[in-house]
């Protein structure tokens, strides 16, 4: 069955510093990941996806991820984080019904 | 409309109550999803319609929640004899193209439910 594990539920950086954040994956078939970020009461906001070809993939807001297959992983990246870009971080998997599966979510804090 | 609405924003209802959360996709988007989610938690899936039709309701905890999409657009979740612990933002997304492969969905605000 797929799904998807975030192994860390908070990662704290410093504005100006590089941020990551976790997902690994499990899928049979072509693997389709997503990674989503939620505001505060907010619904959530499409990030970027991974379907085929470059393993790095850019997105919204100078976030990008990086599929790797031999790790079945798809960590996000942003060179230089914000403060703005505190928020609940989310990974997807898309399984071969259609559906999406969700991984638990990382709270990502950016201090000043 | 430009995206995916969901009403009410909040509801609170006594336990036993019956509810129904409504959904308006994005137009033209086939592919409807229903979410719950609990604080501080990820999504968990409930159902997926392919136009009309319930693709996969696997997600549906159990017979007191219940969800149609008659004409192929707007959603409806319908929840029984609501309980304390259906207490959750419950997510609404729709995507196109059916919603296959490598097609994002994108989630419209959510509705707040509450049962007392």
């Known amino acids: 069955a797929q799904s998807v594990a975030q192994p860390e539920d908070q990662v704290n950086v410093a504005e100006g510093n590089p941020l990551t954040v976790k997902c690994t994956y499990s899928?049979?078939?072509?693997?389709?990941l997503f990674w989503y970020v939620q505001y505060p009461n907010r619904g959530l906001q499409f990030l970027l996806k991974y379907i085929t070809g470059d393993n790095l993939v850019k997105g919204s807001y100078g976030f990008e991820a990086e599929f790797n297959k031999s790790q079945t992983s798809f960590h996000l990246k942003k060179p230089s984080a914000l403060v703005s870009d505190s928020a609940l971080y989310f990974c997807?998997?898309?399984?071969?019904?259609?559906?999406?599966?969700f991984g638990q979510g990382t709270e990502l804090s950016v201090k000043p | 409309g430009a995206g995916v609405s969901q009403t009410p924003s909040n509801k609170v209802t006594e336990k036993g109550k019956y509810v129904e959360l409504r959904c308006d996709p994005i137009s033209g988007h086939t592919a409807l999803y229903w979410y719950r989610q609990s604080l501080g938690q990820g999504p968990e899936f409930l159902i997926y319609f392919q136009g009309t039709g319930a693709a996969d309701d696997s997600g549906l905890p159990n017979d007191r929640f219940f969800a149609v999409r008659p004409e192929g657009s707007v959603s409806t979740l319908k929840i029984q004899r609501t309980e304390r612990g259906d207490s959750a933002v419950y997510l609404c997304a729709s995507s196109s193209q059916g919603g296959r492969e490598g097609t994002e969905a994108f989630f419209g605000q959510g509705t707040r439910l509450t049962v007392v």
């Open positions: 997807a998997v898309r399984d071969q019904g259609g559906k999406l599966i």
């Open positions: 899928v049979s078939g072509n693997p389709y």
